[in-house]
């Protein structure tokens, strides 16, 4: 500072710095790490989040970039063709031991030694996107639940080898903050993992099951009974799932100490939001309509469809109070009346 002005880029203050940063997209920040060696050091001693998503040469930045921004919490890596190999991971796992977050999707590179890898550097994870990565195994993903304890949320979806029951047993042995789980078309899951789950994740609130053709009814009544603030379900293409599954989710909020009237929500923001039973066939009209009566967030108006029952064309009848208001309304003022 030369009488309060600034005598140039390079005397800009860290933490104003970092402000300026914040403004920009992560390839200005890249380039502004390399203006000097004090903005350098400012940011990769400020630099919390970080994507690189849109680099087409993913795998060396990583490589380079990463030891110099030790402090970051949250890595997005998500790709459309694969780029990234086991020895970025190691790079993240070696470096970045703050980090919270980590958007891995479609790495269909990576094999189960990024996962060992992570288990040991990134213990403090609380968001995984592994979803897309064919390559993982069981095994690994069991090791990595065992030391990444403080999972959140964790998406799994297409990784149809690593997400194997025993996997899943591990996760709920562990992993017992979970509050999101996509396990979408991981088809050889079955009721033996998703109550695991149930039994060992209290705090659920949100499970994609969408394709996993093998569960029963045993899996929803689980997460009925074990789960009181499940808030999304999703069950498209479960054909397996029963009227009793639906009545178990019904009736569960009468097992749930209220101080509102037994058998329905206190308002919106209570119980189920969204569920997905497309596909599910076995259905019939009284069961949904029961799901649907005891938890007012489901709609089928529209606009507001979070009941969503595509394939089912017998579950037409099923309706939430306000689409039946709006039709009693558009009824009323019809010219015929």
């Known amino acids: 500072m030369d009488g309060g002005v600034l005598a140039g880029w390079k005397d800009i203050p860290m933490e104003l710095l970092l402000q300026i940063i914040s403004l920009v997209d992560d390839r200005t920040v890249i380039v502004a790490s390399g203006v000097c060696r004090g903005w350098r050091d400012a940011i990769c001693f400020g630099l919390l989040h970080l994507s690189l998503s849109w680099c087409k040469n993913m795998n060396n930045l990583v490589l380079s970039l990463v030891p110099k921004f030790a402090k970051l919490q949250t890595l997005i890596l998500r790709q459309d063709k694969p780029q990234l190999a086991d020895d970025a991971i190691d790079t993240i796992a070696s470096y970045c031991r703050d980090l919270q977050v980590l ?19 990134c213990r403090d994870l609380k968001k995984l996107n592994i979803s897309g990565c064919t390559s993982f195994s069981d095994t690994a993903l069991a090791y990595l639940a065992s030391y990444c304890r403080k999972l959140k949320v964790l998406n799994l979806c297409g990784c149809v080898k690593a997400t194997s029951d025993t996997a899943l047993q591990v996760i709920g042995q562990y992993c017992n903050h979970l509050q999101s789980v996509n396990l979408g078309w991981c088809e050889n899951v079955s009721d033996v993992g998703v109550m695991s789950l ?24 689980a997460l009925a009974n074990m789960c009181p603030h499940l808030r999304s379900l999703g069950l498209y293409y479960c054909q397996n799932i029963t009227d009793r599954a639906m009545y178990s989710l019904a009736h569960s909020i009468k097992n749930k100490p209220t101080k509102w009237a037994p058998g329905k929500c206190k308002n919106d923001h209570d119980g189920l939001r969204t569920l997905n039973i497309s596909q599910c066939t076995a259905l019939t009209p009284p069961a949904v309509q029961a799901v649907c009566d005891s938890f007012p967030a489901l709609h089928t108006c529209s606009g507001r469809h979070s009941l969503i029952m595509s394939g089912c064309l017998n579950l037409m009848s099923v309706h939430c109070a306000c689409a039946v208001q709006a039709h009693r309304t558009a009824a009323f003022h019809h010219p015929a009346h």
């Open 103 to 121: 958007d891995l999707r479609k790495s269909f590179k990576l094999s189960d030694r990024s996962l060992y890898a992570l288990a040991h550097g």
């Open 198 to 221: 149930a039994y060992g994740c209290p705090d659920l609130r949100s499970l994609d099951l969408c394709g996993c053709v093998l569960i029963t009814d045993n899996s929803v009544i």
